[in-house]
Nanobody, 124 residues
Framework: QVQLVESGGGLVQAGGSLRLSCVAS????????MGWFRQAPGKEREFVAA????????DYADFVKGRFTISRDNAKNTVHLQMNSLKPEDTAVYYC?????????????????WGQGTQVTVSS
């Protein structure tokens, strides 16, 4: 089973930036879709962004388009989420996930296991 370790969260003022990283174990990283989800206090977990195995295709939730950028480094089994122009409503625990088949598959999957996530707090 793939293990995912997120990092890079922190406390930032509104308008600031953070760069999240997720390192994945295993040999299937370069052939897998990767994505980010987030969960704010009292809310359900929601999709944020995804990137295809090759990195050629990306998908974003409407509320982060133009502000967040997902990227990957297959040589380092790492996926990043560059977050700019952060807003207080971006405050959440951010998690990464993986899917062997497609971005749609990742967005629709009911994952049974999640990493510890990384806390992002944006102050106003």
């Amino acid at each position: 089973q793939v293990q995912l370790v997120e990092s890079g969260g922190g406390l930032v003022q509104a308008g600031g930036s953070l760069r999240l990283s997720c390192v994945a174990s295993g040999r299937t990283f370069s052939s897998s879709v990767m994505g980010w989800f987030r969960q704010a206090p009292g809310k359900e977990r929601e999709f944020v962004a995804a990137i295809s195995a090759s990195g050629d295709f990306t998908d974003y939730a409407d509320f982060v388009k133009g502000r967040f950028t997902i990227s990957r480094d297959n040589a380092k089994n790492t996926v990043h989420l560059q977050m700019n122009s952060l807003k207080p409503e971006d405050t959440a625990v951010y998690y990464c996930q993986t899917n062997r088949f497609s971005i749609t598959g990742l967005k629709l999957s009911q994952f049974s296991s999640w990493g510890q996530g990384t806390q992002v707090t944006v102050s106003s």
